[in-house]
């Protein structure tokens, strides 16, 4: 076992060092950070000053050395448009991103679920074949179609919901909250709901597909010979079984969330790293953008680590397969 999370954790570390390497390709390759950073009155001495500083100076192999030991200590450089820290910038609107992916997992969740059960014990049903439908639609859509359409129904037509921004938050320490006021679960509801659309229909579609295979076994029969209630058939044996690829796809999907979260982010104008990331491209902002790659890619490595890792302790057949 300790051979297995070893080759995880060091298949983890070249996926993370590649990362890195794109990266450091970014500021390579979109041009010379003096120069974005100079104005008409920075003279040739101040700029051979900042190239020094910068280390630019240096060979391509000793610069990328110094980015990933700079970026595995969460230093990323300075912004070149708002002149900050990049962490802290990032640390600014981690909150509002994973606020936003935490209330869009648990939608999908708490209506993915059921609603895979329906379509599976009501196989047929009118109803469950309008749902089937409405997965198939519910997959096809983009995110930004489904946030301008919710806009125009509950904030233009009905005006019951914001259409953008963030609502009023309160700091806990570092973090920011909108849980704990009313205009921050209000601005909540829209985002959540466009971002979760494609994960509800993913998890309702595959609660299905397991549930038709578990009700075939031979354990739901004898259950069902024992004169087991259905309910109790349905919920208590046949749907824990089925959660196991639900929990391994909702925690590989987090980090697809908060990279599908720049789309919403960006039609809510909601103040997240998704929005910040879409501010850095307009203004070729080239740290925010290589430390959001990091930051994004390290969070979705975690989880495939994680994951892999759980499963190989519950199923220890998985630990010779890798």
């Not at 904030?155 to 205009?183: E, K, N, Q």
Request: aromatic share 12%; charged share 15%.
């Amino acid at each position: 076992m300790l051979v297995f999370i070893i080759k995880k954790l060091a298949n983890a570390l070249l996926v993370m060092l590649a990362v890195a390497f794109l990266a450091f390709l970014i500021f390579r390759l979109a041009g010379d950070p003096v120069d974005m950073m100079s104005t008409e009155q920075t003279t040739q001495a101040d700029r051979e000053l900042m190239r020094e500083k910068l280390g630019l100076n240096d060979g391509f192999f000793v610069q990328y050395v110094r980015f990933v030991a700079n970026a595995a200590q969460g230093n990323f450089g300075i912004s070149y448009r708002n002149g900050q820290e990049v962490l802290g910038l990032i640390a600014e609107r981690f909150p509002a991103t994973m606020e936003l992916v935490l209330v869009a997992t648990i939608l999908s969740l708490v209506i993915g679920l059921p609603l895979g059960v329906l379509t599976a014990i009501k196989r047929g049903k009118w109803y469950s074949e309008i749902l089937q439908f409405g997965s198939i639609i519910g997959v096809s859509l983009p995110s930004f179609v489904v946030g301008i359409l919710l806009i125009l129904v509950f904030s233009v037509t009905l005006g019951v919901l914001p259409a953008f921004g963030r609502g009023d938050v309160v700091d806990l320490g570092w973090w920011s909250t909108g849980f704990l006021t009313r205009t921050g679960l209000m601005a909540l509801i829209l985002p959540s709901i466009s971002l979760s659309l494609y994960q509800v229909t993913l998890i309702m579609r595959l609660v299905r597909a397991e549930m038709l295979e578990v009700m075939r076994s031979d354990f739901i029969k004898f259950a069902r010979a024992r004169g087991i209630p259905r309910h109790r058939i349905y919920f208590s044996h046949a749907l824990r079984n089925c959660l196991m690829p639900v929990v391994t796809l909702t925690a590989m999907n987090i980090g697809t969330l908060i990279a599908f979260a720049l789309i919403t982010e960006t039609v809510f104008q909601w103040p997240g790293m998704g929005m910040l990331f879409i501010q850095a491209v307009t203004f070729i902002d080239i740290p925010v953008m290589a430390a959001y790659l990091c930051i994004v890619s390290f969070i979705f490595v975690f989880l495939n680590t994680m994951v892999d890792i759980f499963y190989a302790v519950i199923d220890p057949r998985l630990r010779g397969a890798n």
